[in-house]
């Protein structure tokens, strides 16, 4: 693993000071809430104290009334209503939520996930043919559609109404598709405040708008649970109306009385759900409902969230917990051969700057992960491709230097078909072309990235003296949660710290350690997966520098 470089954020004192004054918390905090965007104490209360009305008003979307008023005609008619999900778990739980919502309203209504690989992404016509079929006379998606142009003109053309509801990226040339609505922030002319809602969150400015046309406005907020977990799993900024959405989602989740999101929550090692974080929807429950649609059938989560048996709701949330785990060794296996293959290569020119690695029948629900993964472990692009046949699919993600779309396209001739953004995308390929892909994407990156962007960077948001890690600081820092993308965990820097205790070995991965300044109690610290590159154990009386994030622990009572 390459060394990181740290770089240390320039405190802005002068500024901090009279913030931590009227906020009346300490200039550590202070500072963190400035480089978060608060340069006032009313942006930093709002921060702070995130609640209901800080949520816009739906109608500032784009093409909501146009939405809220066929639904209702639809609902008052008794006209048959098809949701019509991605797979992912942004797109589940919005199902999941919106199917609720018209369902409390008294819509007929039904739902279709399609299969990850029988089906493929996004709107498919045979499914609106089957919908039509079945006597379906409106059809609303959550998190897909937006570039589904040939199947909405088919829709148009066979008397089908569609609502799309996404948060993806309009084609730029051909613009939206031919529905009856279009609910997207990211869509031109939409003046929208928040263009960084999730799919779920987009689905949820729905279910507001018809809530309140309904006069049941105060039975929106109970919906939040489910879009804080679509939300923080798909990995949106959580800044805006996003943290707001996970605050108060996160504040309900003990009150839940959903039977699935009860299990759910026991089977993930969430208890009742009290005290979670944003870690605990993104690393414990939201892995669990991803791996429906990697690995299975993403159905099941919608079935989870619609039962009203506690039994069957048991059933589904062990088998979400046994599709992750089966993920889980699915992944290791193939991060292992990949990284097998990319060591055989050594450093040559084939791997210098995007790491291309392909192996046969390697499970496509998992590639993207996977490629996820090794972008992060060796800080360079990375495509990993599952060949099948005449055909490879790939999955691509890349890093915050690298534009990956602007790489693609300047290989586009060799492939099938390809799309996605500047930091992830899809491709179909002939395998005999991965090679000559290799080459081009590697001289593409050549040509656009630094040795120093080729370095990992650890930024860090301040330096404290040991004895500043105090309880009153962890009390303040957990006001900042929820931590995530757009709001990461603070890091800070400690110097001059010394190694109290003999360092002992966890789980043959993670190293503790209790670490003392010149002043203060021992601290304890743990190195989570370090010994995949360590070089030696530290010895004890050591001196050490120290970048790292505080949080307290709590273990039989004692914290």
């Not at 192996?359 to 992960?369: A, P």
């Not at 009153?472 to 006001?479: D, G, M, Q, V």
Request: glycine residues 8%; proline residues 4%; charged residues 25%.
């Amino acid at each position: 693993m390459t060394a990181k470089r740290w770089i240390v954020r320039r405190q802005e004192t002068e500024r901090a000071a009279p913030l931590a004054r009227v906020l009346g918390i300490s200039p550590t905090v202070a500072a963190l809430l400035l480089s978060r965007g608060c340069g006032d104490d009313r942006s930093a209360r709002a921060f702070l104290e995130p609640t209901y009305d800080q949520l816009h008003d739906p109608y500032l979307m784009l093409g909501m009334q146009d939405a809220v008023s066929r639904l209702l005609r639809a609902i008052d008619n008794a006209e048959r209503v098809l949701v019509y999900g991605d797979y992912d778990v942004d797109g589940t739980t919005g199902t999941a939520v919106l199917l609720r919502a018209l369902k409390l309203l008294g819509a007929k209504a039904g739902y279709h996930v399609p299969h990850r690989f029988t089906e493929g992404y996004g709107i498919q016509q045979a499914a609106l043919e089957k919908a039509v079929a079945e006597g379906y006379q409106l059809v609303i998606s959550v998190d897909c559609g937006i570039r589904a142009h040939e199947p909405l003109y088919w829709a148009q053309a066979n008397g089908l109404d569609v609502i799309i509801t996404d948060h993806h990226l309009p084609d730029e040339g051909e613009g939206v598709p031919p529905a009856y609505a279009v609910l997207n922030p990211n869509q031109r002319g939409c003046r929208y405040p928040d263009k960084n809602l999730a799919g779920v969150g987009v689905a949820f400015k729905l279910v507001h708008a018809l809530f309140r046309e309904r006069g049941r406005e105060s039975q929106v907020s109970a919906f939040l649970k489910v879009v804080a977990i679509g939300t923080v799993a798909d990995v949106a900024k959580l800044t805006g109306e996003n943290r707001t959405i996970v605050a108060l989602g996160l504040k309900d989740l003990a009150t839940a009385r959903n039977p699935g999101l009860r299990a759910l929550m026991e089977v993930a090692g969430c208890g009742d759900g009290s005290g979670m974080t944003a870690y605990d929807l993104g690393f414990r429950i939201g892995p669990r409902i991803n791996a429906a649609g990697r690995m299975d059938a993403a159905r099941a989560v919608v079935q989870l969230f619609e039962t009203r048996d506690r039994n069957e709701a048991r059933r589904l949330a062990e088998h979400l917990d046994a599709r992750n785990q089966e993920r889980k060794e699915v992944q290791q296996q193939i991060m292992k051969l990949a990284i097998a293959e990319l060591e055989l290569a050594g450093d040559g020119a084939a791997h210098r700057h995007v790491a291309v690695v392909a192996g046969e029948g390697w499970h496509r629900g998992v590639i993207g992960i996977a490629a996820s993964k090794i972008a992060e472990k060796i800080n360079r692009p990375c495509v990993v491709f599952s060949i099948d046949g005449d055909l490879a699919h790939g999955s691509a993600r890349s890093i915050q230097a690298y534009h990956l779309l602007n790489g693609l396209t300047a290989c586009s001739d060799l492939f099938d078909k390809f799309g996605g953004h500047s930091h992830a995308a899809g491709i179909t390929i002939k395998p005999d072309r991965i090679a000559e892909l290799r080459r081009r994407l590697n001289e593409h990156a050549a040509s656009c990235l630094t040795d120093e962007e080729l370095q990992p960077c650890l930024n860090i948001d301040a330096e404290l003296p040991a004895e500043a890690i105090t309880f009153p600081l962890t009390n303040e820092l957990s006001s900042l949660e929820p931590f995530g993308a757009g709001n990461p965990r603070p890091v800070f820097l400690t110097r001059n710290l010394r190694i109290t205790s003999e360092p002992r070995v966890m789980k043959e991965r993670h190293l503790k350690m209790y670490l003392a300044g010149a002043e203060g109690p021992p601290l304890e610290a743990v190195w989570w997966n370090c010994f995949e590159h360590l070089q030696r154990t530290p010895d004890l009386n050591a001196g050490i520098e120290l970048a790292y994030t505080i949080e307290t622990n709590t273990w039989n009572g004692e914290t």
